[in-house]
């Protein structure tokens, strides 16, 4: 009897503790997650605040007029935070910090603030390459573009959202800056095996997989940086 009535408890007090973890599972938090997991809003609305600070804090200076305030602060988080733009479109590496604020300079050089160059900041001008032209004796050296607004406000060389888009989903360089070799020519031509109706370098593979959204954001942000001179292809006085 007494072999019993332990097992009876046994059973009972196991009955009992698996209510418990039942009614924990069914009503308690989901085991393993923290509170934040699984909330894309939440996830959000701190990608936007950082990307705000971060643009603060580096010098860069926003044009907030008539412009979403979450989406500029989306769009800095994946400009600047979750991708490196301006590593490749700026004029080259040595400027595309100031001279005491680059944070890969021992001390006392660097002053311990992270600052943007304003004066090249997504400006392009970076040469990458070169890459096979028409011949072994003519390669093609290719040049990151301007980013920042032209006159018209609409950034990366005037072009709409709808260009924007296109040329992140799809690679497709508008400027037509380096057509497939024909024959013996044009000179800025690259060849085979180089597709020159794809932008080359540019990780647009990586960024064709972003939400409408957050290629949005990427544009309305571009949008906000001030505008600078230069990038290849470019036109004089682009800013006035």
Same mark, same amino acid.
């Given at each position: ?11 009972? &007090? ?19 997650? &923290? ?22 804090? &580096? ?14 602060? %989306? ?20 400027? $595309? ?7 890969? %300079? ?47 406000? +609409? ?10 888009? %296109?040329?992140? +989903? ?29 932008? *080359? ?6 960024? *064709?997989?972003?939400?409408? +959204?957050?290629?949005? &954001? ?15 292809? $470019? ?6």
């Amino acid at each position: 009897m007494k072999e019993k009535n332990k097992l009876f408890k046994a059973l009972t &007090a196991g009955a009992v503790f698996s209510a418990v973890v039942v009614a924990g599972l069914l009503f308690g938090s989901k085991p393993g997650l &923290a509170d934040n997991d699984n909330n894309g809003s939440q996830d959000e609305k701190q990608m936007v605040q950082i990307g705000l600070t971060f643009a603060s804090s &580096a010098g860069i200076q926003l044009n907030m007029n008539h412009k979403d305030r979450d989406m500029v602060g %989306l769009g800095s988080y994946l400009v600047n935070v979750a991708g490196d733009c301006n590593g490749c479109h700026t004029n080259n590496p040595a400027t $595309e910090y100031t001279p005491t604020g680059n944070p890969y %300079l021992l001390s006392p050089v660097f002053n311990g603030t992270k600052k943007i160059n304003p004066a090249t900041y997504l400006g392009g001008g970076s040469v990458f390459g070169p890459l096979p032209g028409v011949d072994a004796a003519h390669p093609v050296p290719i040049i990151s573009r301007n980013l920042t607004p032209d006159k018209t406000g +609409r950034p990366e060389g005037g072009n709409t959202l709808s260009d924007f888009k %296109l040329i992140m +989903r799809t690679g497709k360089d508008l400027d037509h800056a380096h057509p497939s070799c024909t024959g013996s020519g044009p000179a800025n031509c690259l060849g085979f095996p180089f597709n020159g109706e794809l932008l *080359q370098v540019m990780p647009w593979p990586n960024f *064709q997989n972003l939400t409408d +959204r957050q290629l949005e &954001a990427i544009y309305t942000f571009l949008s906000a940086i001030p505008c600078l001179e230069g990038g290849p292809g $470019e036109p004089a006085n682009r800013c006035k």
